[in-house]
């Protein structure tokens, strides 16, 4: 992308709800423009018809962490341990001084448990670290906790807390390296329409953007998350959400994370998991309310929204009490388990619900068997919707792909591969969910608003969402992918 926007006529645009193509005229990153046969002298593109609308927003992204993932061994399919581990014989063994890293397993339904001594004897004395889907939990080999800095683990899974503050281990690459694969990752994103992502990296986000924006244009918007242990620079420069921190880059929200995940038993809720017992028997709170509220109206005093993590049912309860108490304004990230009370406080409240549609896909059987009798109200987009809840779309990735289309296909119509409909009352209207993916831009381009668009081959609100055809993205009026 050039640093200075361009002027730039988009003729014959098909928009939603147009009987009739337009021409729109995009100037100094902006529309200036949208009419009948614009009479203005510009560099033109022909769209021919094409659908035009404004560019897809994924609210929730990891994004070095997807970058990664790209590159790990898949083992995403494993319907068990055994069917892991063979995945992972068949995979090439790493260079000396590094791991094998895999990523994506569920072990929530496996009839068989994932330990070390299972990766131990298909690949001996190999440094083996697997990353579950969900990203709250790891399996390794006993090489593998080595290399993760762990002597002495009783089975080689480590959940939550033994896990997450050893991320970093397997995350570990150079700046250029990690810099180069998410310059690929975004080019893909773009690729699908995607303009910008809510990055919530466990990083210093920062630092870590500032120093891309200065070393190359970047394809996305990015607003850049902060976490507790960053905060104290984010407050001491005064930067607010939404303020602009280098190119395409803006300050995001607070980060904090609340409860484990539905796939490692963590996520904290009023019952019991089945055949659980003990104090972790509910899932984990990571943050007690004496703890989360402070802290977030320490970030709300400073200008900055908050994006706090709760998945169980009693942890969304807890942060919506704290976004009560704070006065904090922002979103709850996943919201996948919510009692009918607490829908309406999110409405109430005016709390997003930033939700991430292919995870009702990929955890309908597991919610199914952990949260039997309560999935009425897993997911459950639609009866937030309903209760005049403000939703964003992402995807978690590298939890679920960054593709806009996969989440919006997902939220319509909940359902994958061919199965029957899950709780189908909670889909959302094809319009909803588009809506829902555009930053609260709407469906047509609007003179003013960022000239942040995609060209599509299909008609968006009746063609198939997976596999969307994407013909161009453009982001501040200029291409960041163009296929035609």
């Known amino acids: 992308m050039g640093t200075v926007p361009t002027d730039l006529l988009l003729r014959s645009a098909r928009l939603v709800d147009h009987d009739a193509p337009v021409d729109v005229l995009l100037r100094g990153g902006r529309v200036a423009s949208v009419g009948p046969s614009l009479s203005v002298h510009a560099p033109t593109v022909q769209l021919d018809g094409r659908w035009l609308i404004p560019g897809l927003w994924d609210a929730h992204v990891h994004l070095t962490q997807w970058a990664l993932a790209r590159r790990r061994l898949d083992v995403s399919g494993a319907t068990s341990a055994a069917h892991a581990v063979a995945l992972v014989s068949g995979a090439p063994r790493p260079l000396p001084g590094t791991a094998l890293v895999g990523f994506g397993f569920r072990d929530g339904l496996w009839p068989d448990e994932p330990t070390a001594a299972l990766l131990d004897a298909a690949v001996g004395d190999v440094p083996v670290v697997l990353v579950s889907g969900d990203l709250h939990c790891a399996w390794a080999s006993t090489a593998g906790l080595r290399f993760l800095g762990v002597e002495h683990h009783p089975t080689g899974l480590l959940r939550e807390h033994e896990w997450l503050p050893l991320q970093g281990v397997v995350d570990h690459v150079s700046d250029d390296v990690a810099d180069a694969l998410v310059d690929d990752a975004t080019a893909a994103a773009a690729a699908r329409g995607v303009v910008g992502v809510v990055d919530l990296e466990i990083a210093d986000n920062l630092a870590v953007w500032r120093r891309r ?272």
């Open 213 to 484: 924006a200065a070393a190359r244009p970047g394809r996305l918007r990015v607003r850049a998350g902060v976490w507790e242990e960053y905060l104290d620079r984010v407050v001491r420069e005064d930067l607010h959400t939404g303020d602009p921190v280098g190119g395409l880059v803006e300050q995001g929200p607070l980060k904090v994370i609340t409860d484990g995940s539905l796939n490692t038993r963590t996520a904290y809720c009023h019952d019991p998991y089945p055949g659980l017992t003990g104090p972790n028997a509910r899932g984990v709170l990571a943050v007690p309310p004496s703890r989360l509220a402070p802290l977030m109206a320490h970030a709300t005093r400073h200008g900055l929204r908050c994006a706090i993590h709760a998945i169980g049912d009693a942890a969304n309860a807890l942060a919506l009490d704290a976004f009560a108490s704070s006065g904090a304004v922002g979103s709850i990230e996943h919201a996948q388990l919510v009692s009918w009370a607490d829908v309406q406080r999110f409405a109430e409240l005016g709390v997003v619900a930033s939700v991430q549609p292919e995870h009702a896909m990929d955890d309908r059987d597991v919610a199914d068997h952990h949260w039997a009798g309560r999935t009425d109200r897993a997911f459950a987009f639609g009866a937030l919707h309903r209760a005049g809840v403000r939703l964003a779309l992402g995807s978690d990735a590298p939890v679920a792909p960054l593709d806009p289309w996969i989440a919006l296909d997902a939220a319509v119509t909940r359902s994958r591969d061919g199965r029957e409909p899950w709780h189908p009352e909670q889909a959302l209207d094809r319009r909803v969910a588009l809506e829902s993916s555009v930053d609260g831009l709407g469906l047509a381009p609007v003179v003013g608003a960022p000239a942040d668009l995609v060209v599509l081959d299909a008609d968006p609100l009746t063609a198939p969402l997976r596999g969307m055809p994407v013909a161009g993205t453009l982001v501040a009026g200029d291409w960041t992918h163009r296929g035609f």
